[in-house]
Every structure is written in C-alpha cells, then in structure tokens.
C-alpha cells in the first residue's frame, strides 16, 4: 500500500514539481516572486478544457495550444505590468504579482463559474502492474512527461544561446547587461518559458484533478514550499522538493488523516527551515 | 504633515458626524472598516516600519476572535477579561512567529506567515471539540458597558471609534519611540543597525509580539460585533486583503492604513453594480496603484504636487522650485 500510495503522488508531485520550476525560473531571471504562477496553470487547463472536450479537437492539436497561450499570457504580462516594477521594493512587486493573481482567477471564474470540471484522461487504457504496483497508464504519461521536459531544459540552459543568456542574466543582470545581453528581453522570454512550463503541468494535473477557477492559489502555495524545500532558487531543488510534497500528501492524508494533510505540508515546511534553513539542494549563485 | 491638517480634521469630523445617519448596512460598513484599520495598523508595524512582509496575520485576527469568543459563550467570562486574553494568547502566538523572523525575510517570511495562517485556519477547522469547526461559534454577547448598550450597533461603532483612536495614538507614540526608530533603521540597513548598538533579535521579536496583540485585539473586537464566528472569516484571503490595506493606502503611514481600510473595504460595496466583475477591476486597480503610485494612495497629494513643480520649472527654467525637494 504504501507504494502504491507513493507511486500515485509521484505524479501529483511531478506537476507540482513543474510549478516550482518556473517560479524558481522567474525568481532567479528578473527576481520577481510571482503569485500569479498558478494562474497560468488554470489557463492552461481551461483552454484545454474548452478545445478538448467543448470544441473537441483531438490532442495532438490541443496540447501545444494549451501549453502556448500561457507563455503568451506570461509575456505579455511581463511586458505590461511587471517590467515596471523590476528592481523595486520587493512589497511593491509582491503587490502587482497578487494583483494579477486575482485579475487572472477572477476572469477565469467568470468564465467559466466557479464549478469544477472533470477532463478526460490523455491516455485511454486499462492500469498497469508493475512489481505488484497498480500504476495507471496517466500517471506514466505524466511522470515521462517530466523526465522529458527536465532533461530538455537541461539541454536547453546549457547548450543554446537563449539558455545562456538566460543563465547569465540570472547570475548578475548588471554584468549581463554589459556583456551586451538584452536584459529585457530575456526577462520577457524567460517570463513566457516559465508559464509555458506552468502550461504543461496544467495539461498534465487536468485529468488527475478536477479543473476549477480556484485552483491557482493552492497550487502555487504547494509548489512555493516545495521550492523552498529542495533550496530556492535551485531548479533540480524544485523538482525534487515538488516530488517529495506529492508524495508526503499522500501518504499523509491516507496513513494520518486527510483533514490535516495540508498542515503537515506546512509543518514539513518550518521543520526544513529550522533543520536546514538553506533547502535540501542549496543553490549557489 | 501640517499641510494636511484640514484633510485630517474634515476626515475626524466625519467618522465622527456622520455614521448615525447611515443606513444599516453602511454603519456595518463602517465598523468594518474601523475593525479592519487596527488590523492594518498592526500588520504596518511589521512591514511598514520593520520591512518585515507578513501574509498570515488573519491567523492573529482568528486566534484574538476565537480566543475572546470561546472564553465568553462557553466558559461565560465577561469581554473585559476575555478580550485580554484573547490578546495575552496572540502576543504569545506572536512571539513564537518572531523567532523565524529573525532568521528570513523577504518572501520566505511571506511562506513561513502564509503557514501559519493556514495551520490556524486549518485547527480551527478540524479542532472540533474546541471551535465547533465549520458550524461555528454562535451567540457571542456584547461587551457589557455600565450605563451604554453595546447591542446598539451606532453605540458599538463609537465604541470601536474609540479603540482605534487608541491604537493610532499607541501606534504614533511607538513610531516616534526608540523602538519605532530602531525598527526603521532594521528596515534600511540591518547590520548598519547592528552596529549602531540596536539588538535586532529583541527589536524585531517585539514588533511582532506587539502586532500579533493588536491583530488579537481586533479580533476581539469583531467576534463580539459580528457575534457569530466561523473558519471561512480568516482564510488566505482575509491576510491577503489586509496586507492590500496596507500596501494600498501606504506602508509606513497610519494614515495610509486607514484610508486603505476604507479603499480596501467599501470599493467593491461601490463596484458592486458591475457584479461578477468587481473582483476583477480591484485587481486592476491594484496593479495600476502600483505601478503609478508605490508609496500608496496617502501618497497622491505630495506625487501630484511634485509633478506639478516639475511642471513648472519645465516651463519656467529660470526659477528652480523648492518643492521636489521636500
């Protein structure tokens, strides 16, 4: 059971784990902490929704729309109101990020209401056993899924020339800057990767979970402590800290009790502030 | 701040004069907004003066309500006893949110305060036996007065007037105190303060037990308004709002938190014909207050007029204004 059990908050823990990436993406780019990450997961989802199973376009062509209107969303949203506010207080930008946070799951609330939708799986087929495991064809697509998109990233930063920028501007944006690196730019495009990578985990999270207006909030709490679990500002951190809160949930609300699965996330959060203040995966800048 | 004097006066005047004619509803309003102001002034003092950002303090709000309100429904002690300790038990919850404060700040303080405000809510929840969880605790009395009925919401109005005068004035004198100063000069430069002679630990821990006792204190005050309390009243949403009061009206302004409570509170009352929209276009307010005016809406007068002297020494290059100065 106690496999089972982990096995299946694997894949809650890889959307999660997805989340934390592009929030810890847009952390170290153009340190913003930003409360409206969630929100492009609920876009994501709610576009898929609406293509999918309203319009009832086949996948193929609804996943690379659902992943790509939340990048265009986050650029846009970076150019209109967070560049502005790059390099003021932190509150300031705390502030403008919740106030996005509410215009986003306000107009997806009113949308489509506040009911949850249920959507169908990606992946049609009876579970899989493995080792005993019951493991659901879903849960596979979405764990591959990561491992796919981690190691492309991975690729990504180190090999392009946009992944080096972006890696540059996110260790001194100064001295990015005078290396003749468009800092702006960058910020701009890192802001569109990081929703688009928001994008996937809301594709992935749709079938699992029911899609509602509300979810954005939780959602990016979840992976905001996951972030700081693995070491802020850490990307292999963030994945790693968003598998172990998939799973801690799980096993928490089956073996302790599921009123208090949340606490325990948050209690797991100070325990690894006051044992190991700087993350399971510190990050070096 | 002598410039605004009349603003200050007429706005006084005001709170003063005009709630008996209100209607039902608005007095509600308003004793709402005076509520929600202790609430601001007391998250201020953390993030305005000490920098320090908090988004948990409805975990305050809810353990001063509950605190007040259990002690009075089921063990039958009267608000006077009640509402300090109410206060007495979120000091306490303050002193043990301090200690992570002293080593994060920043937006690892914001998670560390948006847990513990979810613990709260959480407990209040499940800890049935002790909250009734989401039924809620019903009937709380009115605080007794001798000769004044509270039960009368005009009476309870000025008498929450009065408590917010109180806690302008304790919150003036802390400004203007030693410890006001150290905690600004924590604000700007720790280690400069350090170094002053400022003990940071002892500095910061106290701004927090102080807010947590006024957020207590307010707490009080609204579950013997409300007389009916349950978990939903102090979701992320309720930190998330006066954390927006603050930031709004102006961090670092007690006026500023006042008139952001106002804002903050009656806004959507005044949106209220656009409906489903209104959450949103405070959204975008939000945003726009933001990017035009940082320092808050207190902060307007002094903005315009600093554009205004620039547009003037635009136009008139041989006179140099004064006024962008001060």
């Known amino acids: ?85 790059i390099g003021a207080a932190e509150m300031t930008v705390v502030t403008v990020t919740i106030g996005l946070q509410i215009v986003l799951s306000d107009a997806a609330k009113i949308i489509y209401g506040g009911q949850p939708y249920s959507f169908p799986p990606l992946i049609e087929g009876r579970p899989l056993s493995i080792l005993g495991i019951v493991v659901p064809r879903q849960s596979l697509v979405v764990i591959a899924s990561m491992v796919v998109l981690a190691v492309g990233l991975h690729f990504l930063s180190q090999k392009t020339s946009f992944g080096k920028r972006l890696r540059a501007v996110s260790q001194d944006r100064e001295t990015a800057k005078l290396m003749g690196i468009d800092v702006n730019r960058t910020i701009a495009e890192g802001f569109a990767l990081s929703a688009g990578i928001a994008g996937v985990a809301g594709v992935l999270l749709a079938p699992i979970i029911y899609v509602s207006a509300g979810l954005g909030l939780p959602l990016l709490i979840k992976s905001f402590i996951a972030a700081i679990i693995g070491g802020f500002g850490s990307y292999i951190g963030a994945l790693i800290g968003g598998l ?11 073996y302790i009790s599921s009123h208090y699965r949340e606490v325990f996330t948050f209690l797991v959060l100070i325990l690894v502030l006051l044992v190991r203040p700087q993350g399971l995966f510190p990050h070096h800048r | 701040m002598s410039r605004h004097h009349p603003f200050y006066l007429a706005a006084i005047l005001a709170a003063i004069v005009i709630p008996p004619f209100l209607s039902d509803y608005s007095l509600h309003l308003v004793i709402m907004v005076v509520i929600f102001a202790i609430l601001t002034l007391s998250l201020n003092l953390i993030s305005g003066y000490g920098g320090l950002i908090s988004l948990g303090h409805a975990g305050f709000f809810l353990i001063g309500s509950y605190t007040s309100a259990l002690l009075s429904v089921y063990q ?24 992570p404060a002293l080593r994060w ?7 560390i305060t948006i847990a513990f405000g979810s613990i709260a809510q959480l407990l209040s929840v499940n800890w049935v036996f002790l909250t009734n969880g989401i039924d809620g605790v019903s009937s709380i009395p009115r605080p007794p007065l001798p000769g004044i009925s509270l039960t009368s919401n005009v009476n309870y109005y000025y008498f929450v007037l009065i408590c917010l005068a109180f806690i302008v ?33 002892v500095t910061k821990v106290s701004a927090f037990v102080i807010s947590a006792a006024i957020a207590g204190f307010a707490g009080a005050l609204y579950a013997h308004y409300i007389r009916f309390l349950n978990p939903d009243s102090f979701s992320l949403d309720v930190s998330i709002r006066i954390f927006m009061m603050m930031i709004i009206g102006g961090t670092g302004s007690i006026a500023g938190s006042i008139l952001g409570s106002f804002v903050v509170y009656v806004l959507p009352e005044v949106l209220r014909p656009l409906q489903d929209y209104y959450y949103l276009i405070w959204g975008v307010i939000v945003i726009l207050v933001m990017l035009f005016l940082p320092g808050g809406l207190i902060s307007l007068g002094s903005v315009l007029r600093a554009k205004m002297a620039a547009r003037r020494d635009k136009l008139d290059p041989q006179v140099g204004s004064t006024e962008t100065l001060s």
Not at chain 2, 76 to 99: D, E, H, V, Y
Request: some cysteine; charged content about 10%.
């Open chain 2, 169 to 201: 004035y304790l919150m003036m004198r802390l400004v203007a105190s030693g410890f006001g100063r150290a905690l600004r000069a924590i604000k700007d430069d720790e280690t400069a303060a350090a170094c002053m002679g400022i003990d940071v630990a």
């Open chain 2, 105 to 111: 700040t920043g937006h690892f303080l914001a998670v």
């Open chain 2, 76 to 99: 039958g002690w009267p608000f006077w006893l009640s509402m300090p300790t109410a206060i007495l038990l979120t000091a306490t919850s303050g002193l043990l949110l301090g200690f």
């Open chain 1, 244 to 254: 172990l809160i998939g799973v801690l949930d799980n096993l928490v609300g089956f």
């Open chain 1, 1 to 85: 059971m106690f496999f089972q059990l982990a096995t299946s908050g694997i894949a809650t823990g890889c959307a999660y784990a997805l989340i934390a990436l592009g929030f810890v993406m847009i952390w170290n780019t153009a340190s913003v902490v930003n409360f409206a990450q969630g929100e492009f997961v609920v876009i994501a989802m709610f576009v898929a929704l609406t293509c999918h199973v309203t319009l009832g376009w086949p996948l193929w062509l609804v996943l690379p729309i659902a992943v790509l209107i939340p990048a265009l969303v986050g650029y846009a949203t970076e150019r209109v109101v967070i560049r502005p506010v």
